[in-house]
């Protein structure tokens, strides 16, 4: 893996999805104004370029919180509607797969990391993390929920 830039300006993104070699994408973090640790991310925009089923391009826009399922925003904006503001981003070369788009955001960045094959020393490697979970013969108490009476 190589720890060279080689992130990509906008207009080089989109040719290089254009001319089908795969996607291309960005991320920047979510802060948290109010928390006591102001560098700490809480979340991440990711911003996806992939080709479209005409031969062009579309925007893949993901943001959620880190460690949860449910995201903010997952749209696919096309090309005549991505904002001027992303032309301002730089985009990492990489490929991606649609099912990618269901998981936890930092495992998203982390496929897309991984794919394009770059060296990322300081992230973890939320694929292949274990998961922790209770044993089978452990049981919810139903007394902690409340029902209706």
Known sequence: MSTEDTRLS???????????????????????????????????????????????????????????????ANETIPAEEIPASIQELRFMPTSCQEEWFTTQVQVLINQLVKAAGVAATQMPDYLNATNKGAAPEVVFPMAFIERKK
């Open 10 to 72: 906008y207009a080089e993104a989109v040719e290089f999805v254009k001319q089908g070699k795969g996607a291309a994408f960005a991320v920047t973090p979510v802060f948290d104004d109010n928390e006591e640790s102001p560098e700490a991310a809480e979340g991440a925009r990711v911003f996806v370029l992939q080709p479209d089923a005409t031969g062009g391009f579309q925007l893949r826009f993901v943001a959620g919180p880190f460690f949860s399922a449910a995201y903010a």
